[in-house]
């Protein structure tokens, strides 16, 4: 079946440029998550969606991040007037678990290269 | 911050050799759990322990939790050269992250023929 998918696999831009990152998640999941990976680290929790709840945006490390979630299905993550230390993988995940914190399904990521 | 952290940071074994990585943390937690990242993309989910639970198998893996010290282990048996990955510990807050997971930094494990 299918999993999380994310587009663009690999997006480089211009320093000062917007990007916005696509992710899809497994059709039926009421969670979605989004994690930044720099280089050599562990994940670092951006957003949470989980169902028709407000999103827990607590781990958006400032105002030029933002995230939407269409119903229970696409996301985008939106990040404005990009810096070099934005620099890396997204990853998106989702879970058919509201609540309590079970398994999540990954996918691929998304490598952004900030020049 | 993060929650977990992993030890070692790096592991290099061979091939049949068995492979223990710790995941220390800090709060009370719901379950804790384990994934796999191979070359920096997705993760992939291995096992999740709860609270109540002490251990747990599945296929060549073990994992233990003591959460009077707030560790967990895992081991892997009778490695193989496709075990090659970091793996991650991600713990599901009891009290102040309700359905999000904290991820430590990982452990590099390479596993050579």
């Known amino acids: 079946g299918a999993g999380v998918s994310q587009s663009p696999s690999n997006k480089v831009t211009e320093k000062g440029k917007d990007v916005e990152l696509r992710c899809d998640p497994i059709?039926?999941?009421?969670?979605l998550y989004w994690y930044r990976q720099r280089l050599g680290q562990g994940l670092e929790f951006l957003i949470y969606f989980q169902g028709n709840s407000a999103p827990d945006k607590s781990g958006l490390p400032s105002d030029r991040f933002s995230a939407e979630r269409t119903g229970e299905s696409v996301s985008t993550l939106t990040i404005q007037r990009t810096q070099q230390e934005d620099s890396a993988v997204y990853l998106c995940?989702?879970?058919?678990?509201?609540?309590?914190?079970?398994?999540?399904?990954f996918g691929p990521g998304t490598r952004l290269t900030v020049t | 911050s993060q929650q977990g952290e992993e030890d070692p940071q790096a592991l290099s074994i061979q091939e049949g050799e068995n492979a223990t990585m710790n995941c220390s943390y800090k709060?009370?937690?719901?379950?804790l759990q384990w994934y796999r990242q191979n070359s920096g993309r997705g993760l992939v989910h291995l096992i999740l322990i709860r609270s109540n639970e002490r251990e747990k198998h599945s296929g060549r893996l073990r994992v233990t939790l003591d959460t009077s010290k707030k560790s967990s282990s895992l081991l892997i048996t009778a490695s193989r050269a496709a075990d090659t990955a970091s793996y991650f510990c991600a713990t599901d807050g009891a009290t102040d992250s309700w359905g999000k997971l904290q991820f430590g930094a990982g452990t590099q494990v390479v596993v050579t023929p």
């Open positions: 709060t009370s937690i719901n379950n």
């Open positions: 059709s039926g999941h009421t969670a």
């Open positions: 995940a989702s879970s058919p678990i509201s609540g309590l914190a079970g398994e999540q399904y």
